[in-house]
Nanobody
């Protein structure tokens, strides 16, 4: 089992930056790939980025490539999502999730989920 808790969300102006954190507890964290997803009101949950269990492989959605960076510190049981050049369309609740199958984009493959953190980007 893995328990995940997101933090770092907030209100920021367009062009600004935020860093989200995903703190994990549980023995299987180091074996989990971790993904970030987001869901805006009235829209489906969307893949943002994922990092492999070792941190050596990262995957990004096209909409965030070059602006967002995912990383992990297994010694601290934490995964980060650095978000730069934020746009109003990045506004959503951001969730981190754990996956024992690798850096997948399909949310259905993720077994462990946090409660989410709100990111609001004003224009």
């Amino acid at each position: 089992q893995v328990q995940l808790v997101e933090s770092g969300g907030g209100l920021v102006q367009a062009g600004g930056s935020l860093r989200l954190s995903c703190a994990a507890s549980g023995r299987t964290f180091s074996r989990c790939a971790i993904g970030w997803f987001r869901q805006a009101p009235g829209k489906e949950r969307q893949f943002v980025a994922a990092v492999s269990s070792s941190g050596g492989v990262t995957v990004y959605a096209d909409s965030v490539k070059g602006r967002f960076t995912i990383s992990r510190d297994n010694a601290k049981n934490t995964v980060y999502l650095q978000m730069n050049s934020l746009k109003p369309e990045d506004t959503a609740v951001y969730y981190c999730a754990g996956n024992l199958w690798g850096t997948r984009e399909d949310s259905e493959t993720y077994a462990y989920w946090g409660q989410g953190t709100q990111v609001t980007v004003s224009s």
